[in-house]
């Protein structure tokens, strides 16, 4: 007997890290790179985003999912690197305020739980690491 199987492209799960994507990408131009993984050869990239999904999760994934986020920033300077982190708080914080659109979706609900703070990143000693952890709602665009 054989057997269907669901097409992956057209599951109707929130797609989190594409809104995220999408907003960064977009509130920090083009002088900032921004990644779902650390890159080989991230000195050369810097000043740079990394987000990480680490948790979360949804009963109802068709409407709306919970992201835990692992934010990382690295610039040049840990001055820089700070401001890097206030930047990309900034542009997440004010998307769910406004409930910004993007063609994924967009963030209904933000909960910091830990906000961004120095990291020293021992294979990148002359660079500026911040890292924060926040959980955000992401709902499927309507």
């Known amino acids: 007997m054989s057997r269907l199987l669901p097409d992956v492209a057209a599951a109707p799960f929130v797609d989190g890290l594409a809104v995220q994507l999408h907003l960064l990408r977009t509130g920090l131009g083009d002088a900032v790179n ?3 993984r650390i890159p080989d050869g991230l000195r050369e990239l ?5 987000i990480e999904r680490t948790a979360g999760g949804s009963t109802h994934p068709e409407f709306a999912s919970s992201f835990g986020m692992t934010y990382q920033v ?3 300077s840990d ?3 700070y401001e890097l982190s206030r930047q990309v708080a900034t542009v997440i914080w004010t998307a769910q305020r406004r409930q910004t ?3 994924a979706g967009h963030i209904a ?3 910091e739980i830990s906000g961004f703070h120095p990291v020293p ?3 990148l000693p002359e660079f500026g690491r911040y890292v924060a952890v ?3 709602l992401i709902r499927n665009p309507s």
């Open 101 to 103: 659109a993007t063609p």
């Open 134 to 136: 926040l959980d955000l």
């Open 121 to 123: 990143d021992e294979g």
């Open 109 to 111: 609900g933000w909960s």
């Open 46 to 50: 810097v000043p740079a985003v990394v």
């Open 79 to 81: 001055d820089l690197a």
């Open 34 to 36: 921004v990644f779902t």
């Open 74 to 76: 690295w610039h040049t």
